[in-house]
Every structure is written in C-alpha cells, then in structure tokens.
C-alpha cells in the first residue's frame, strides 16, 4: 500500500528537450478522434467536453537521473478507482517503455475523461517477462537480471497507490487535475555489479503525486487530427511511447498550443511561428507529429517549443538512431548507448551502432533552423538523432557490431547535448571542466581523436574547454556545473564545447543517495528532530552507496564539510515518504515525517537505504530537503 498526498510545484526550465526524438512512429490517418478509456458516459470527440457530469485527468509518467542505461519494461495497465468503488480503466493498451530516458522530461502517456468525484486508489501493473535492463559497468552496458529480494526473477509487479484523504483526487468538469508517476529507478534498486549475470534487486519505490511538486517539461506525441490556425492550436490523438494507430486504443486527445516563438521541423522544411502551424495545416490527417515543451497548470495549457511532423519523425519514412558519438573516423559515426526505432515499428536499444554520413546528408541543429551546417558539424560527445536506411545484418552472434545506419541520403540533427563536471578554471569567455559526464556516460569512454585542429590539440576530459559566447555565469573554482549546448566542429577545436546554458549546482539540484548494509542499521543518524536531521556517516554499518548527484556530478557525503545537516526547504509543501515492505506512507510535514520515522525505529525497525531530492547549499552546509524516501528494512527486536 502506497500513502500519498497532494503537492503542488513550480515548472522547472527546459533543458535538453529532445532527448527522446528517436521514441516516436508513424501512422495512419484515423478516421476520427478517439474517445479516451472511460465509462460511456463520459465518451467525447468533442475537445471541449460540455458533460457537467465528466472531468479531465492528465497522466504523466517520469523517472529520477540515475545509472541505468535502458529499462524497458511493459506498462502492463493502470486503473483508477473512486470512492464509490467504481474502476476506471486509464491505460487501454499495455506499452514497452524506457524509464532511464524519462530523466529531463516527462511522457504524457493519457488523457482521459472521467466521472466527476474523489479517486482513491490507482493501481499500476508492470511486466518484466520481456524488459530490456542495462546498466553501465566499467564503461560498457551490461544486462542486468531484475531480482526480487529472494534473487528470483521478476515476472510482474502490481503496485497499489492509495491517495492521501486530505489531499485528494479531484475530478470536476473544466478543471483539469494532474496526475504524475515517477518510477525513481535509482532508489528502486539495489545493482550488484559482480553478479554473473548483474543483478538489480527491485525495491520498487514508484511514488505518486496530485498537480506534481516539480514538473518537467513535456513529450506529447500522436497524429494530427486537425489544425486551428486562428487560436493557434492543433489537436492530436494521444499516442505515448511507440504505439501506432489503432482505432480501437483510446488514450485521449489533447491540444498542442503554439506561439510565436515554437519551431516546426515538417518533411525536412524548418519554419517559425504561424508560418509553421500554416504548413502543418496543410498535413494530411492522421500525420505522425511530436512536440515537447511546458504545461501551464493555472491555465490547462499544453504549449509547443518544438514540433515535428511527417517524415521528420523518427521511424516514420526514416529509420532511426538516437545516441550519443563516441568517435568518428572520416564519413563514419559510431554511436554509443543508441535507441534504434525502424519504420516498421520495432524498437530497440544497442550499445554500438555505425553511421554513415555524406555531402548529401542534411545537417540540423536543435533551435537554430537558419545557420548552415556540413558534415564537419558532427564531432565527438555530439548527441544526435539520425534518419536513414539500416543495412541488412549479417548472420553474427554479436548483432551489435553489425548495425549499420546509412544516413547519405537522409539526416542528421544535432541535439541539446549536456555535460557535466567541476571547473579547474575561469578564463572569462571559457570555462575549463574536469569532465565527469557527458549525457550520462564515462567520458574516458570517448575517442577524441580528430577533434582537434591537429592532434595536441584534441578535446581533453581533464581540461575541456567551453566557449560561453555571451553567457556569463561566473561560477567558483571546483563548482559542479552542467552544461547543455553542442559540440564545437569536427577537427576545429579548442573550444571543444559551445555553451547555450550553464548550470551552477553548488546551491540546488542536489539528489542524495544513502544505503546501509544486510538488513539496515539502527543507528543510521546522529540527529534525528523536528528540525533536522544528520546522517551518521562514521557508522560502520554503512553502505557503499552515500553521495550527491547533482547534474550527473558525484560527490562522496564525507567530502562534504563536517557537521552538515538536512534540513526541510524553508518554504512550500514537501513529499517525505517511509516505505517499510510494500507499504509506503507518505507526509507532506516534515515533522510528522520524523515523528513516524523515530516511532518506527523505536519498534525496532531498521534504516536500509534513504533517497533525497533538494538542494546544497556550501555556505551553510545544509541540505535543503525537497523529497525523501526512506526504505527500512527487517525489524531488530
């Protein structure tokens, strides 16, 4: 059983919006608008539903940054169910899904229209039989077996959600309510890196939140089932993660707003503005689109940043490849950690796939659709999303080593690409980083070579230069920064790196992860109150796993000053959970928190492992606590 209540949050700023362009199909044209998954009362295709008996409920799915390269597992179901016992069917079809690419945005997977009244219960199915798990081990994927705490493997879980009675569930005609799940895969596993095969112990932490305390920016997909140039809109039918149309799978509709700043990629023609909802309107209903941008909660309101549409959609006429480069050699890729989506409908994740680029080749960049780009454009740490033709696989045991993507005659797209680590020095117009991440992977695991206007000058981890253009943001020497932008051109560095943004995590954006060995220990903090509370860092029962995670950056808990304290954030609601079995009770008061916390340890329960999402501040040497977990092991009395 899972407590839960009620948050509301702040939209967080966009940052590597395109991280899952490669997660989308064609499709057919519909020969009208789904109804979405609900009772017969409350089945519409009118977009403006008028039934005062009905209300709109939008589901979101999310994931916390963690290590995992892939997790795909299939979305078995998910229903709701109202005070009355009434259960209403929210997901109409199961869907494979990649919780590891859900990290920087959200996937809006349903919206539905339901009776109007209290929903107490969501219960969420997920199937293992067929998941794709990976984790990175000594830079290279690994498959990992997802195990119970037996060590048996995990063919299904159903995890039950009870909403909180005080912060409640909501269904009311013309107020849409928000409902977010966030899988948290790093605080749901415990990974065994030395097992043959590895192993990931499944302690699923899947918490849920009414109106999310922290919103992501979103991933809408589905075809268009029309366009509405004068209040600058389009409908489509809601299609999440990689389904295709199906007349008979009801997700719901949903209206993308645009203004004048959202960019439209159509069949390969970039455009702005109404110029670009102009073209879109002249689509053929049923045309594949994919939009990421932000919802305004106050307002209802879905509006696009990026819209693509047509062929430009991965796995539509193209198929597709979505990675990372981790070298180059002359006219060929090779891509690392890839999404490979054919137009056939099959998705996949391999760990090695070769590119073949040409003259040919059509050269874009992410939010830049007028500057001219060439082939040079694409160097090494680049993340990129490519459109081609997959040549046929040769007969081989190791089938990665044969994926070949020829994209000569097709595309390829330079995405927001993010990098992380601490600054050695501050050269004004440059930063100089000890790189530690580069979209999630090693950076010694990149090849550099050729990178450089000649080979003393290839991009180097330990001392990677980032041209700031007219960013200034002045951060302190050793800072934790992220960086999103693009890799500067093949064989032109220094710079190695041009910054659109640069994120200083000294004082925010700090997750923490503590663990503690066998069963748990009674003695995991030194200060335990209404006020705060300190974790024992000298306890020997203390496990492997105690840093901060801040933007891919990791830092050991006892690099941290001494006497650091965690402290709930000054302001606002927040989300402090204690999950003991398959029972999670959730708090939005810190001190009830510690209060049922200390009581539980005083029964003799023990602390196995603790998940925190807020913020470090250095000059305090606090933690301000956002979100908590803490998972309790076997009991000691």
Known sequence: MVTLAN???????????????????????????????????????????????????????????????????ELKAMTLTKQDGTVVNVMPASSQLDFAQYTELSELVSAVTIPKGIYTKALVTLDYSDADVQVEKDGEAATALVVDALGEPIDQVEVSINLDN??????????PAMLEIDFNLEASHEVDLQA?????????????????????????????????????????ALRPFYHRIQQEIKFGGVNIHTDDDTLFDINGEMLQGSDGLALLAEQTQGTATVAFGTYDRSAGKFTAMQVYAGSSVPGGEFDAALGS??????????????????????????????????????????????????????????????????????????????????????????????????????????L??????????????FDFSGTGQSSDLDADPMAYQVGLGNLVPNPSINAPLRVTGFVNDFAAAPVDFNAASVIDYTESGAKMLVSWLDDGSAQAFSQLDANAMAIDLLNPELGERHYLRRGGIITDLNDLAEGWLMLPKSSGLGLFAIKE?????????????????????????????????????????????????????????
């Open 196 to 236: 043959v095969p590895v192993e990931a112990v499944l302690g699923t932490t899947l918490t849920a939140e009414i109106n999310p305390l922290e919103t992501k920016d979103f991933r809408i997909r589905g075809p268009m089932l029309r366009v509405n140039t004068d209040d600058a809109y389009y409908r489509i």
């Open 581 to 637: 079995s398959d029972n999670i009770t959730l708090h939005s008061s810190f001190e009830n928190f510690v209060s049922d916390l200390q009581a539980r340890l005083d029964q003799g329960h023990l602390v196995k492992a603790l998940f925190a999402n807020g913020g470090y501040q250095e000059d305090t040497n606090q933690y301000q606590i956002a979100k908590m977990v803490v998972k309790l092991g076997a009991n000691n009395d």
């Open 432 to 445: 100089e980083l000890d790189l530690q991440v580069i979209d999630r992977r090693n950076p010694d695991r």
């Open 7 to 73: 948050n509301g949050g702040k939209s967080l700023l966009i940052a590597s919006m395109l991280l899952l362009l490669a997660a989308c199909g064609g499709s057919s044209s519909p020969e009208a608008e789904p109804p979405p998954p609900v009772s017969k009362a409350c089945e519409t295709t009118d977009e403006d539903n008028t039934n005062d008996e009905c209300g709109t409920l939008l589901i979101d799915v999310t994931d916390a940054e963690g290590d995992f390269v892939t997790y795909q597992v």
């Open 325 to 430: 480069v981790m070298a180059r050699e002359a006219d060929e890729l090779t891509l690392k950690g890839v999404t490979l989506v054919r137009t056939d409908g099959e998705v996949g994740f391999h760990e090695l796939v070769t590119v073949k680029i040409g003259d040919e080749t059509h050269y874009k960049k992410q939010f830049l659709h007028s500057e001219e780009l060439t082939k040079a454009s694409v160097s090494v740490g680049q993340r990129v999303s490519v459109l081609g033709t997959f040549e046929a696989l040769e007969e081989s045991e190791d089938s990665d080593a044969n994926q070949v993507l020829d994209a000569t005659q097709g595309s390829v797209r330079l995405l927001l690409t993010s990098i992380a680590g601490t600054l050695n020095q501050d050269l004004g117009s440059e």
């Open 166 to 175: 005080r912060d409640q569930l909501r269904i009311v005609p013309g107020v």
